[in-house]
């Protein structure tokens, strides 16, 4: 006796893609025999994880055999005095993406309408679908959001909106009189969830701090990460921060243990040292400037970028380079999945890192 169980699986799974994350430096290494791998492809921070974060790790190696604090207390203190937000609308998660998921868990049944743009990041997608909503996507504008044409796009079954600012996988920004201007616009009953993964990167005029906006806009929630900037990828630690109703909801179904010990202490340590921060906005700032001079020599085009990373216009499908850099032994992303065939997205590295894409980019440019 067989059974079909996809056809058993819930309508907005059946149809459902799974997420492609950027391939793993174990992966090329078991597929081509190479090693000495640079990857740039999933907007890591290259440096590493601070010392404070490594003492950390290494004291919570003792507490292995006791469950986390589920309610993350040390760690919502800790971004309380870091942020200036009480630790009563902060609600954790296992990464961002995990958060994200509560929020569309909370608020999206079958057939409410999401909004979000084109050429955004794909998790977006990936809720609306698997809750079996309607997708509404809107057109780019210059790569990026156009807010306009999303507020136009409301309708009475409008539930929840996402927007990224920065905005991944092209790196472009709004500014925060264009975000405070759309939220005017947004009825107080559709969530709006501003994405701000990358917001540690920005130093730009006029650019929005979300954290800022919520007290005039309730219906507001911000979602930000540990997994840039402060360098813990591997642990797998985000939050929102919203108003105590939407928190309040959004732990009612937040599994609990969602951030394991290592990652809450490592986080806590992450946040008490700003001078690591610091160091590697810096470390960015030059490494863009670094990417863009060397793109420039190559006759290459990028969308400009106030993130961790550069999306570059090959001007032709990007596929083969792609494959033709990974025998180079460097890593980027493609970004076809995104609707765009022809870009490839490269994450800034450390100098050497950066040079060694560049002079890999020539090599294969010139084949």
């Known amino acids: 006796m067989s059974c079909d169980f996809r056809e058993l699986a819930v309508p907005g799974i059946q149809g459902l ?23 740039l492809a999933s907007n890591e921070n290259p440096r590493g994880p601070g010392a404070s974060v490594t003492r950390a790790v290494s004291a919570s190696v003792a507490g292995l055999s006791r469950y986390p604090d589920s309610n993350g207390f040390e760690l919502k203190q800790a971004l309380e005095t870091e942020l200036g937000v009480e630790s009563s609308r902060i609600t954790l998660g296992n990464g961002s993406n995990d958060v994200l998921d509560l929020l569309g868990r909370t608020f999206i049944q079958p057939g409410d309408e999401v909004i979000y743009s084109e050429y955004s990041f794909v998790v977006y997608a990936l809720v609306t679908q698997a809750l079996a909503a309607k997708a509404v996507v809107t057109p780019a504008k210059n790569w990026g959001h156009d807010l306009d044409a ?30 405070q201007t759309f939220l ?78 290592i990652a809450l202490s490592a986080a806590v340590a992450a946040l ?50 792609y494959q033709a850099l990974l025998h180079q032994g460097v890593i980027v992303r493609p970004v076809a999945n995104y609707g765009m065939p022809n870009h490839l997205r490269i994450s800034i590295g450390l100098p050497e890192e950066n040079q060694r894409c560049l002079d890999a980019l020539a090599k294969v440019l010139s084949a």
Request: a negative charge; glycine letters at 4%.
């Open 272 to 321: 008490s040292d700003q001078e690591y921060l610091k160091r590697s906005v810096q470390l960015n700032t030059a490494g863009m400037a670094q990417l863009e001079c060397g793109l420039a020599a190559l006759e290459l085009e990028w969308i400009p970028s106030a993130g961790n990373f550069l999306t570059v216009d090959m001007k032709q499908d990007a596929a083969e380079y």
């Open 150 to 179: 999303m507020a136009d796009a409301i309708t009475d079954r409008t539930r929840m909106i996402f927007i990224a600012n920065p905005n991944n996988p092209t790196g472009t920004w709004l500014t925060d009189s264009e975000l």
């Open 17 to 39: 893609h799974p997420y492609l994350p950027g391939k793993p430096v174990e992966e090329l290494e078991r597929e081509l025999g190479i090693s000495n791998i640079v990857k």
């Open 184 to 261: 005017a616009k947004v009825p107080a009953h559709v969530v709006v969830v501003l994405d701000e993964a990358y917001t540690e990167y920005v130093a730009l005029d006029d650019f929005p701090n979300g954290l800022l906006l919520q007290a005039q806009y309730p219906n507001l929630v911000v979602t930000r990460t540990f997994s840039k900037a402060y360098g813990l990828a591997a642990l797998r630690v985000g939050f929102a921060v919203a108003n105590e109703a939407i928190t309040d909801l959004l732990n009612r179904i937040r599994q609990p243990f969602n951030v394991n010990s």
